[in-house]
Protein backbone atom coordinates (compact mmCIF):
# COMPACT_ATOMS: atom_id res chain seq x y z
CA UNK A 1 0.00 0.00 0.00
CA UNK A 2 1.28 3.34 -0.66
CA UNK A 3 2.13 5.94 2.01
CA UNK A 4 -0.70 8.26 0.62
CA UNK A 5 -3.35 5.29 0.79
CA UNK A 6 -1.98 5.11 4.44
CA UNK A 7 -2.37 8.59 5.83
CA UNK A 8 -5.89 8.33 3.93
CA UNK A 9 -6.58 5.38 5.90
CA UNK A 10 -5.24 6.90 9.02
CA UNK A 11 -7.84 10.02 9.05
CA UNK A 12 -10.62 8.38 8.07
CA UNK A 13 -10.11 5.64 11.15
CA UNK A 14 -9.35 9.05 12.95
CA UNK A 15 -12.80 10.35 12.11
CA UNK A 16 -14.47 6.68 12.87
CA UNK A 17 -12.70 6.62 16.27
CA UNK A 18 -14.00 9.91 17.40
CA UNK A 19 -17.71 9.15 16.07
CA UNK A 20 -17.82 5.91 17.81
CA UNK A 21 -16.43 7.58 20.89
CA UNK A 22 -13.67 5.11 21.49
CA UNK A 23 -11.79 6.45 24.16
CA UNK A 24 -12.85 9.73 26.16
CA UNK A 25 -9.55 11.21 24.60
CA UNK A 26 -10.51 10.67 20.90
CA UNK A 27 -13.88 11.71 21.56
CA UNK A 28 -13.11 15.04 22.70
CA UNK A 29 -9.31 15.74 21.77
CA UNK A 30 -7.95 18.35 19.94
CA UNK A 31 -7.81 17.57 15.76
CA UNK A 32 -4.63 19.74 16.02
CA UNK A 33 -3.19 17.10 18.01
CA UNK A 34 -4.81 14.04 16.52
CA UNK A 35 -4.42 14.66 13.20
CA UNK A 36 -0.26 14.51 13.09
CA UNK A 37 -0.48 11.68 15.65
CA UNK A 38 -3.20 9.71 13.23
CA UNK A 39 -0.38 10.44 10.22
CA UNK A 40 2.89 10.14 11.93
CA UNK A 41 1.39 6.49 13.39
CA UNK A 42 0.37 5.66 9.69
CA UNK A 43 3.74 6.16 8.47
CA UNK A 44 5.71 4.64 11.14
CA UNK A 45 5.13 1.11 10.56
CA UNK A 46 7.30 1.20 6.81
CA UNK A 47 10.23 2.28 8.63
CA UNK A 48 11.89 -1.38 8.64
CA UNK A 49 11.78 -0.44 4.06
CA UNK A 50 14.50 1.90 3.84
CA UNK A 51 13.11 3.75 0.84
CA UNK A 52 9.55 4.11 2.06
CA UNK A 53 8.99 7.57 3.56
CA UNK A 54 10.05 7.49 7.35
CA UNK A 55 13.06 5.01 6.14
CA UNK A 56 14.27 7.94 4.28
CA UNK A 57 13.92 10.44 6.91
CA UNK A 58 15.23 7.74 9.57
CA UNK A 59 18.23 5.67 7.88
CA UNK A 60 19.87 5.27 10.75
CA UNK A 61 17.20 2.90 12.03
CA UNK A 62 15.69 1.63 9.19
CA UNK A 63 18.66 0.13 7.56
CA UNK A 64 19.17 -2.19 10.42
CA UNK A 65 15.20 -2.72 11.03
CA UNK A 66 15.16 -3.90 7.18
CA UNK A 67 18.18 -5.76 7.21
CA UNK A 68 17.12 -7.93 10.74
CA UNK A 69 13.55 -8.14 9.90
CA UNK A 70 12.94 -7.48 6.28
CA UNK A 71 10.17 -5.25 5.05
CA UNK A 72 6.57 -6.50 6.39
CA UNK A 73 8.07 -8.30 9.60
CA UNK A 74 8.43 -7.48 13.11
CA UNK A 75 7.37 -3.64 12.71
CA UNK A 76 3.89 -4.76 11.34
CA UNK A 77 2.81 -6.85 14.02
CA UNK A 78 0.83 -6.77 17.29
CA UNK A 79 4.33 -7.07 19.57
CA UNK A 80 5.73 -3.85 17.75
CA UNK A 81 2.30 -1.99 18.31
CA UNK A 82 1.89 -3.41 22.41
CA UNK A 83 5.88 -2.06 22.75
CA UNK A 84 4.92 1.21 20.93
CA UNK A 85 2.62 2.30 23.47
CA UNK A 86 4.76 1.05 25.99
CA UNK A 87 7.44 3.44 24.26
CA UNK A 88 4.77 6.02 24.73
CA UNK A 89 3.33 5.29 28.40
CA UNK A 90 5.93 4.00 30.08
CA UNK A 91 9.30 5.69 28.81
CA UNK A 92 8.60 8.18 27.11
CA UNK A 93 9.94 10.90 29.64
CA UNK A 94 7.47 12.86 31.44
CA UNK A 95 8.88 15.92 30.92
CA UNK A 96 7.95 15.93 26.96
CA UNK A 97 4.19 16.16 28.06
CA UNK A 98 3.11 14.74 24.79
CA UNK A 99 -0.85 14.94 25.22
CA UNK A 100 -2.54 11.90 25.43
CA UNK A 101 -5.11 12.87 22.76
CA UNK A 102 -1.84 12.73 20.58
CA UNK A 103 -0.13 9.81 21.80
CA UNK A 104 -4.14 7.79 21.34
CA UNK A 105 -4.29 8.97 17.79
CA UNK A 106 -0.70 7.90 17.19
CA UNK A 107 -1.40 4.36 17.87
CA UNK A 108 -4.73 4.40 16.27
CA UNK A 109 -2.71 5.46 13.42
CA UNK A 110 -0.17 2.97 13.74
CA UNK A 111 -2.90 -0.10 14.11
CA UNK A 112 -4.89 1.93 10.82
CA UNK A 113 -1.47 0.73 9.18
CA UNK A 114 -1.28 -2.81 9.89
CA UNK A 115 -5.08 -3.35 9.26
CA UNK A 116 -4.64 -1.51 5.73
CA UNK A 117 -1.74 -3.93 5.03
CA UNK A 118 -3.63 -6.91 5.62
CA UNK A 119 -6.25 -5.89 2.66
CA UNK A 120 -3.10 -6.17 0.11
CA UNK A 121 -2.45 -10.06 -0.94
CA UNK A 122 1.18 -9.95 1.06
CA UNK A 123 -0.62 -9.42 4.18
CA UNK A 124 0.96 -8.89 7.77
CA UNK A 125 2.56 -11.28 10.14
CA UNK A 126 0.21 -9.79 12.76
CA UNK A 127 1.40 -12.48 15.58
CA UNK A 128 4.64 -12.05 14.95
CA UNK A 129 6.52 -14.12 15.80
CA UNK A 130 4.44 -16.95 14.17
CA UNK A 131 5.13 -16.93 10.55
CA UNK A 132 0.76 -16.70 9.51
CA UNK A 133 0.40 -14.21 7.61
CA UNK A 134 -2.99 -12.54 8.04
CA UNK A 135 -4.48 -10.94 4.68
CA UNK A 136 -8.06 -10.20 3.11
CA UNK A 137 -6.96 -9.01 -0.20
CA UNK A 138 -9.25 -6.56 -1.46
CA UNK A 139 -6.73 -4.02 -2.92
CA UNK A 140 -5.19 -5.99 -5.65
CA UNK A 141 -3.77 -6.24 -9.06
CA UNK A 142 -3.23 -3.14 -11.39
CA UNK A 143 -6.09 -0.39 -9.82
CA UNK A 144 -4.88 -1.11 -6.49
CA UNK A 145 -3.85 2.42 -5.73
CA UNK A 146 -7.41 4.08 -6.97
CA UNK A 147 -9.19 1.10 -4.69
CA UNK A 148 -7.22 2.34 -1.74
CA UNK A 149 -8.39 5.66 -2.29
CA UNK A 150 -11.67 4.43 -2.64
CA UNK A 151 -12.19 2.29 0.27
CA UNK A 152 -10.58 5.27 2.33
CA UNK A 153 -13.08 8.01 0.85
CA UNK A 154 -15.93 5.36 1.72
CA UNK A 155 -14.72 5.16 5.20
CA UNK A 156 -14.24 8.66 5.37
CA UNK A 157 -18.10 9.77 4.67
CA UNK A 158 -19.36 6.51 6.51
CA UNK A 159 -17.17 7.73 9.10
CA UNK A 160 -18.52 11.76 8.73
CA UNK A 161 -22.44 10.12 8.71
CA UNK A 162 -22.22 8.52 12.31
CA UNK A 163 -24.10 10.29 14.77
CA UNK A 164 -21.94 11.77 17.79
CA UNK A 165 -21.95 8.74 20.23
CA UNK A 166 -23.26 6.23 17.89
CA UNK A 167 -22.87 2.86 19.84
CA UNK A 168 -21.93 0.33 18.16
CA UNK A 169 -23.30 -2.56 19.62
CA UNK A 170 -21.29 -5.43 18.58
CA UNK A 171 -23.12 -8.32 20.20
CA UNK A 172 -26.70 -7.39 19.43
CA UNK A 173 -25.46 -7.08 16.18
CA UNK A 174 -24.42 -10.66 15.70
CA UNK A 175 -27.59 -11.87 17.54
CA UNK A 176 -30.01 -10.15 15.04
CA UNK A 177 -27.79 -11.90 11.97
CA UNK A 178 -28.08 -14.98 14.32
CA UNK A 179 -31.74 -14.46 14.20
CA UNK A 180 -31.99 -13.62 10.53
CA UNK A 181 -30.10 -16.51 9.46
CA UNK A 182 -32.84 -19.22 12.03
CA UNK A 183 -36.27 -17.31 9.83
CA UNK A 184 -34.24 -18.29 6.54
CA UNK A 185 -33.76 -21.34 7.23
CA UNK A 186 -37.05 -21.82 9.02
CA UNK A 187 -38.96 -20.39 6.16
CA UNK A 188 -36.71 -22.27 3.51
CA UNK A 189 -36.73 -25.77 5.49
CA UNK A 190 -39.95 -25.63 6.87
CA UNK A 191 -41.52 -29.11 6.75
ZN1 LIG B 1 3.40 -1.32 5.70
Known amino acids: MTAEGHLLFSVASLIMAHKLQLTPELAQGDWLHMVPGALLGALLPDIDHPSSLPGRLLRIFSLPISKLCGHRGFTHSLVAWLLVMAACYQWMPIEWQVPNDLIQAFLLGY ?7 MLTPSGVPFLWPLPQRFCFPIIRGKNSKRTERF ?11 LPIGYQLD ?18 HFAI
Open 111 to 117: LSHLIAD
Open 151 to 161: IAVILTVCACF
Open 170 to 187: FYSQIENVIKYIHYQLDT
